[in-house]
């Protein structure tokens, strides 16, 4: 019997956007997170593996559901970030303790879960989650433009001298 699969996305950027995205049930989230500091040592790393907690949190409710009717499961969580695929698989070791501990929790949560789940690693072209954050941005961006002019003229106006009598 084939299992009953349910994938998910999850990318997150260094700016404080973790998003993901399920392509079981077409179900998306940006958080924002605090950012990491600029280079900061594994803030990057941090971000990313922040963002498989929230894919698998967010997620719980509706991976149980279908743990209950069908009886096998299987579920993927995908990430562009090849190092932290690898530290979630035991492949390689996780040096930064904070890292240690999202680790750890992300453990307990998957100890709850009765389902074949494994982490796999995909190309960043192909990452839903990541493209989600990228338009976010963007329409940030263009709403920054469109309101500098007004920020512009509202500075001018404010630097002209006034005159009290004339």
Not at 56 to 66: A, G, T
Not at 112 to 133: M, Q
Request: positive net charge.
């Amino acid at each position: 019997m084939r299992p009953h699969s349910i994938v998910i996305d999850a990318d997150a950027s260094p700016s404080g956007y973790v998003a993901w995205y399920n392509h079981y049930t077409d179900d998306k989230k940006i958080r924002t997170v605090r950012p990491a500091r600029r280079n900061e040592r594994f803030g990057v790393q941090r971000m990313e593996m922040l963002a498989v907690y929230f894919a698998l949190s967010d997620n719980l409710m509706e991976i149980r559901k279908v743990a209950r009717r069908e009886k096998h499961v299987a579920i993927a969580v995908r990430s562009d970030s090849k190092s932290t695929v690898d530290q979630l698989l035991g492949r390689s070791t996780i040096r930064d303790s904070l890292m240690r501990r999202i680790s750890a929790v992300i453990g307990k949560l998957l100890a709850r879960i009765r389902c074949t789940i494994t982490f796999d690693h995909l190309e960043r072209s192909h990452n839903v989650a990541g493209l989600l954050i990228e338009q976010k941005r963007r329409k940030e961006r263009e709403l920054d433009m469109e309101q500098r002019p007004v920020l512009i003229r509202a500075a001018v106006i404010l630097a002209e001298p006034i005159a009290l009598c004339p």
